[in-house]
């Protein structure tokens, strides 16, 4: 399994190959690329046949995003986010609870349609997520990482609402709300193979001019 930190070294150069693909857009009177960050917390638990009961357990998200505006109702955003997830499920077929966390480095790419209404800005969006685990734990913090599989992809909907502000580079301020499917079995073990990540996320995000 790669480690932790080549796994986010990957994450950021992709990152910077994106950004250093929207410079030269910068140079124009009004760009329409944005650089943005954003946190808040994240609910997740997992799904599928291995599970007979589940428990969201609340988790930290944090990191970047590139925001494309192709048209005024019509965005591009990929995204580069690190969350910490924390489950509680019951194992239906070696019967008992399992407690786990996992450190997972995402990378959505957002579809996202705006109303007309600025400055006050609705928004919807939708797409896929690829996500790197970099650890896994089991509640009593033993080392999961033979019980999961590395690579996890799931479908992103959600939504946000976001206030213009124009203050220099700080273009704007949003509340985002978004739920992540999880479409890959993620389970690696004998009773334990197929688990999917369901999980509800809230952030607070800030976007600037570039």
């Not at 109303?115 to 797409?127: D, K």
């Not at 985002?176 to 999917?196: C, K, P, Q, S, T």
Request: charged letters at 15%; glycine letters at 10%.
């Amino acid at each position: 399994m790669q480690t932790a930190t080549s796994k986010l070294t990957a994450s950021i150069a992709t990152l910077a190959l994106l950004l250093g693909l929207a410079l030269p857009m910068s140079s124009q009177a009004q760009s329409p690329v944005d650089l943005g960050v954003r946190g808040g917390v994240t609910q997740a638990t997992f799904y599928g046949d291995d599970v007979s009961s589940n428990d969201f357990r609340p988790g930290f998200t944090g990191g970047v995003f590139l925001n494309y505006q192709v048209n005024d109702a019509f965005a591009v955003q990929p995204e580069v986010l690190y969350s910490r997830r924390g489950t509680k499920n019951h194992n239906s077929a070696a019967g008992n609870d399992i407690r786990v966390r996992q450190d997972v480095i995402e990378i959505p790419v957002l579809l996202k349609l705006s109303a007309p209404t600025a400055p006050v800005t609705p928004r919807l969006y939708v797409g896929p997520a690829l996500g790197f685990i970099t650890n896994s734990e089991l509640g009593n913090g033993n080392d999961a990482d033979d019980s999961f599989t590395d690579v996890d992809f799931s479908g992103v909907v959600g939504g946000e609402i976001a206030y213009a502000l124009n203050k220099g580079p700080l273009s704007e301020i949003a509340v985002d709300g978004r739920y992540n499917l999880g479409l890959a079995n993620l389970g690696d073990a004998n009773n334990f193979e197929d688990v999917r990540t369901s999980a509800f996320t809230g952030t607070l995000s800030l976007r600037f001019d570039i």
